[in-house]
C-alpha cells in the first residue's frame, strides 16, 4: 500500500505511551519501600514519569536510604517485577495496537525509543508481534542503549540516525513532559497523549486526548 502520510517514521514511547505500565513499576517501587526507612508517596513516583531508568533509580536509593544495593541492582529488581507483570497481561494503552498496525499498512517506519531497558523493549515487541501478526518494530533504542536518558534529546536522535532520518520526518508519540522534552529538543513532530501525569500546554506543542481513532493521516496535521 503507497501512503499519503507524510511522517516517515513513528517512534514509540513504551511506557505509559504503547503498554500501561506505570502502575506495574508503581507496584515494584513500592516492594522496594517496603524493605527500607526511607518513605516513598505516589507522588515520588509520579515525578519519575519518563526518566532513564538509571536515573529514576538514583532518586529511589537515596529516597529509600538503600545502602546494600547498587542502582544497576535496584534497576535490575524493578525491571524484574514488571516484566513479570507484563509477562501475565499487557495492557495495552487504548488505540496504540490499531495505530500501529494502521502505520504499518500505510508502509510508515517505527521504532520504539524507551528509558526502560532493552530487554524489557523487545519481550513488550515480541509480545505486540505475536498479537498483531508482524514484526512492528524496525529498531528499538533503550536506556541501554544511550548516555543520556530522557530529557535529553539523545534516544530520538539516535533513533532517527539509525532509520537514516532527520528528526523531522519523524513523528514521536510520548506520554510525559520528561518525554516531550526529549522528542521536542531532538526536532521530531512530537505528540503528547496524557496518561498518569498532565502534560502542560506549551506553545508549538501537540498534546492529544487520546489514540483511539488516530489513522496515519491524521500524523499530517503536525508538518
Sequence with gaps: ????????????????????????????????????????????????????????????KEKLEIHDLSVEEISHELTDIVMSKLAENIPWRPGALELVAALQQAGVRQAMVTMSKRRMA?????????VLGFEAFEIVVACDDVVNGKPHPEAYLKAAQLLGLDPSQCVAIEDSVNGLHAAEAAGTRAIGVPNVVTLPPKEGRNIWPTLVGVTPLHLNELF
Design 122 to 130: 523487545l519481550a513488550v515487541a515480541e509480545g505486540m508481534n505475536s
Design 1 to 60: 500500500m503507497t501512503s499519503t502520510t507524510l511522517a516517515a517514521a513513528v517512534l514509540w514511547d513504551l511506557d505509559g505511551t504503547l503498554v500501561d505500565s506505570e502502575h506495574y513499576w508503581a507496584i515494584g517501587e513500592q516492594i522496594l519501600a517496603a524493605r527500607y526507612p526511607g518513605e516513598w508517596s505516589h507522588e515520588d513516583g509520579l515525578a519519575l514519569t519518563g526518566l532513564s531508568l538509571p536515573v529514576a533509580c538514583a532518586v529511589i
